[in-house]
């Protein structure tokens, strides 16, 4: 137990690959730091997961809440996604095994829902592809409750196919907001064509269909917008009046709760 401890130890302070990580995790049932303080933060509460669901979630991973939580909702931009292929909005969101209403909604635009509904909103990879973060997390704001929580996973850019680009700075996404930049915004395409590492990048295929995807993000979004790290995450947070009570970075990704102030 303690090799694997100081294997832990050395993997946390360095980017590694993505499959190797998760595998690693599942078989020696490793967990994220002080795991008892971020499942209390859900444990038996009503949420709102935007972009899910996410196996980061289920039993035996990384950030296991689904197993805690009262019941969860879901958002997704489409009826149909690359990562969940065709989906129906009603009683179909399925998460470890149970069951939410699932909402075909934007991220940026989540006028279905009521203001103050929910105890706490997850959001996993999810953030990076929409074009206007700071509309996203105004709206996640405003459907949690006074004190509720915000939890989001970004990819850690040193070990995904963003590791040649630089971190999106505040003022830039702080722009867009101001602008009201829209999902069309291709303003990251052309840092993108030209920074994306395909090898890292398994499902993107050639160049020219990586390309061609890319062109089309408005339907697929699988663009990454903007590159995050802990630092703008709570730079982030901060700008829209909430609270950051716990971070950490695993070798593959960011993670990051705040609290909605009363």
Not at 22 to 37: A, T, V
Not at 100 to 119: M, R
Not at 212 to 219: A, I, K, Q, V
Request: aromatic share 12%; glycine share 4%; net charge positive.
């Amino acid at each position: 137990m303690r090799a694997i401890k100081n294997l832990y130890t050395f993997l946390s302070d360095r980017p590694v690959n993505v499959v190797f990580w998760k595998l690693y995790c599942k078989l020696f049932g490793i967990r994220i730091p002080y795991f008892q303080h971020w499942k209390e933060l859900v444990n038996n509460k009503v949420g709102l997961e935007i972009g899910g669901p996410s196996s980061l979630f289920t039993q035996n991973n990384f950030l296991p809440v689904y197993p805690y939580l009262k019941s969860l909702d879901g958002v997704n931009f489409s009826s149909h996604t690359v990562w969940e292929g065709q989906i129906k909005q009603g009683k179909t969101y399925n998460y470890g095994g149970q069951l939410g209403v699932q909402f075909i909604a934007e991220g940026t635009d989540l006028n279905i829902i009521k203001s103050n509904t929910y105890d706490f909103l997850l959001s996993c990879n999810n953030l990076e592809h929409i074009a206007n973060p700071i509309k996203a997390l105004k709206e996640w704001q405003r459907v949690i409750k006074p004190a509720a929580v915000l939890i989001l996973v970004l990819p850690r850019k040193e070990s995904n196919f963003d590791h040649r680009r630089s971190i999106t700075s505040l003022n830039h996404i702080i722009n867009d907001f101001e602008n009201n930049i829209d999902e069309n915004d291709t303003t990251a395409l052309i840092e993108v064509l030209e920074l994306h590492d395909l090898k890292r990048d398994h499902n993107a295929g050639n160049m020219e269909n990586f390309k061609r995807r890319s062109l089309d993000n408005f339907n697929t979004r699988t663009l990454h917008h903007h590159v995050f790290d802990v630092k703008l995450l709570e730079q982030l947070m901060d700008y829209i009046g909430m609270k950051t009570i716990l971070t950490y970075s695993s070798p593959t990704d960011h993670f990051i709760a705040a609290v909605k102030r009363s």
